[in-house]
């Protein structure tokens, strides 16, 4: 290696951080969790700064709208639909400071595909600049899913800041379904750029990376697509115990969250269930009284959830990412109950407790106790999985991957074990 080349490699990287949302001051749950894990992964990896892109919503001005409004509109004519997700920053407060940054730059993450129009300007700014997208999820699925359950539009965080009377006509009716048609529409063609504008794209879900790698860029793709599942702390010795009660953790504020507790409160006052169940979160609506079910509000420390003896009882029905409450289970040595969504995009496929249909799920809970024993191998199995796939340092080893690309790789400043997560084998072939 040259002198020149040398030095250049030993440089600290200059790493400007994108989010579209805050981070701080917020519960640290969901996507808020994982964010933050990132963003303490790009810390070692060079000189890192942030800047915040805000939506229209945030600080409503009416030339912001008219804004929106007409990055909607030129999408439209020009044939690139743009997402509603994407015309909210449109106007962003922020916008050319951000470019300025990224101007000086070496790297740039971004947190998602509300970002795109942003990354459109700084592709055609940087040609040579490294860009880097968290999708998390595959947006374009999960409307998939919404569409296929009869669900209202989710608008996620920005749900807080919509008008009410907005709100109201995007939850039902026609225009509301129409919207959502729209929507998974131009998140396909979105995700479809982000393929031809990133260096790496990166996903929570190997079962979701392999979708977008086998999804045609319709132009020259530039990006690679990684793995990267979130990471769980060090996992936590919790005493045997025999199971004496269910548990679920969650805000009904989340879609999926909502209906996964509509059911399992249905559960209990159908089957009567003599084992309890304890539900905790931050809940929106007012509790419904079913008997054998307590509402036990937010806890901060998650060794009150995952007690000796409590099974995490999560069925899922929107399908996508890798649920975080099930990893934290089972870092906690907490079996978990559900059904194949439930544990998408982990390596479990013998795992004896993922349950296709209600009858087998009120089986068990009526009474686990003659599977004692299969409750407990099938537990260590999991706790072993977490702590050898979903541990802080293989994640941070991920992302430092991500980040720094193949050169840096070459060049041996990429630590070992930062290979992506592999391809699950069933959906190997039609991602060839």
């Not at 080349?5 to 996507?31: C, F, K, M, Q, S």
């Not at 810390?43 to 805000?54: H, T």
Request: include cysteine; hydrophobic fraction near 50%.
């Amino acid at each position: 290696m040259s002198p020149e080349r040398r030095a250049e490699a030993a440089a600290p990287r200059r790493i400007l951080a994108i989010w579209t949302r805050a981070l701080d001051g917020v519960d640290n749950v969901g996507g808020v969790y994982i964010w933050r894990a990132v963003r303490g992964a790009l810390a070692p990896l060079g000189a890192v700064s942030q800047a915040r892109l805000r939506n229209v919503f945030e600080h409503p001005r009416p030339a912001g709208l008219a804004r929106a409004a007409w990055a909607f509109l030129l999408g439209l004519a020009r044939g690139r639909p743009l997402p509603l997700q994407c015309a909210i920053f449109a106007a962003a407060d922020g916008g050319r400071d951000i470019l300025r940054q990224a101007g000086r730059s070496d790297v740039v993450y971004a947190d998602g595909i509300r970002t795109l129009l942003l990354l459109r300007r700084l592709r055609r700014a940087r040609p040579d600049l490294r860009i880097v997208v968290d999708f998390q999820d595959l947006m374009s699925r999960r409307f998939d899913e919404v569409l296929a359950h009869g669900l209202p539009l989710p608008l996620g965080y920005v749900e807080a800041m919509v008008p009410p009377a907005l709100r109201r006509m995007l939850a039902t009716g026609l225009p509301a379904r129409l919207l959502l048609r729209y929507e998974r529409m131009a998140l396909r063609h979105a995700e479809r750029e982000m393929l031809r504008i990133a260096d790496c794209v990166a996903l929570v879900s190997p079962v979701e990376a392999a979708l977008l790698s086998a999804t045609d860029a319709r132009g020259a793709r530039r990006a690679s697509v990684a793995a990267i599942p979130p990471p769980m702390p060090p996992a936590v010795a919790v005493p045997p115990a025999p199971p004496h009660r269910a548990v679920f953790i969650g805000s009904d504020g989340l879609m999926q969250n909502r209906l996964t507790i509509d059911h399992l409160l249905g559960l209990w006052d159908r089957a009567r269930l003599a084992m309890p169940l304890v539900i905790y979160g931050r809940q929106k609506r007012p509790p419904r009284q079913v008997p054998g079910v307590v509402w036990a509000g937010y806890v901060r420390d998650l060794a009150e959830v995952y007690t000796p003896g409590s099974l995490l009882v999560s069925p899922t029905f929107l399908r996508g990412g890798i649920k975080t409450k099930v990893l934290e289970a089972f870092a906690h040595g907490v079996p978990v109950i559900g059904n194949p969504a439930t544990f998408e995009g982990m390596n479990l496929p013998d795992y004896p407790f993922c349950f296709a249909d209600d009858a087998a799920l009120v089986r068990f809970l009526a009474d686990p106790r003659p599977r004692a024993a299969e409750i407990a191998a099938a537990t260590s199995a999991a706790r072993s999985l977490v702590e050898r796939e979903y541990g802080e340092a293989l994640f941070r080893a991920r992302w430092a991957a991500a980040m720094l690309g193949p050169a840096r790789r070459e060049e041996g400043q990429v630590p070992q074990g930062a290979d992506v997560a592999p391809m699950p084998a069933e959906l190997s072939s039609r991602a060839a």
